[in-house]
């Protein structure tokens, strides 16, 4: 039974965590890292959603040796208490790991990465400023489509921490949650490395730090500027802040 999930931030390095994960024997990153399986849009229309979810894990396991720790990272979940709730209601046992990275930064990574993949023809500051009319609705939907503004233009309410830990502790004791950061994973890897391995009960193992993820050069327009100040206000009205994370993490 899947055992660990890594939740997000999308952007913050889960992909580098699940794939330093995948190279410990005792654990086992679901095919393709992600399954999308409590965010998928016909989830919350199954009447059996055991049956559903363990029909696609069991697709995504094809060189499963029976190790005992089984992992999907997919960081959209963190996003949405529904799909954090899905996750604990399908094992209660289960362990879960967020990363979190400076909303600014993470919001321009996630920007370009939607306009890389011809999903965005905004410019960033636009996107922007855009994001509360794109995402107005959708929140109410009970089906999140994988062409969604909600999971493609998200970019700064994504970054909105502060609501996703405290919904996230409400549903989860404490002692199956562990926060990290992705400057330390990046600066501190070894010692990181071990806090997750204690926080998983397994034996520490030698896995060397790289860079799994190297974003494409962009070109950087004058209005880019302007789209990073946007956010840095943005986030600073809302005291989106490490103090104010780490007071809800420690509370």
Known sequence: MLNLHIIGVQKAGTTALAS???????????????AHVFDHP?????????TFANKIYKSKLS????????????????????????CYQYNTDAKFILILRDPVERAISHYRMSQSRSQEKCSMLSAFLLEPFRLKGIKKSASWKFDSPFRNHSYLSRGCYSG???NLYNMIPKQ??????????????????LHVFEFLGIQPHDIPPSQ?????????????????????VYFFIRRENP???NKIINS
């Not at 999907?72 to 208490?81: C, L, Q, S």
Request: charged share 25%; aromatic share 10%.
């Open 20 to 34: 330093f994960l995948h190279q410990h024997p005792a654990i086992y990153v679901v095919d393709g890292k992600e």
């Open 42 to 50: 016909l989830y919350s229309e199954q009447s059996d959603k055991s």
């Open 63 to 86: 060189n499963y040796l029976d190790q005992p720790i089984v992992c999907d990272a997919t960081p959209i979940t963190v996003f949405r208490p529904e799909f954090i709730q899905a």
């Open 164 to 166: 996703q830990l405290r």
């Open 176 to 193: 199956q949650v562990l926060v990290l950061h992705q400057e330390d994973l990046k600066n501190q890897h070894k010692e990181v490395m």
């Open 212 to 232: 799994v993820y190297v974003g494409k050069q962009t070109t950087v327009r004058p209005s880019d500027r302007l789209a990073r100040l946007y956010a840095s």
């Open 243 to 245: 103090k104010k994370w």
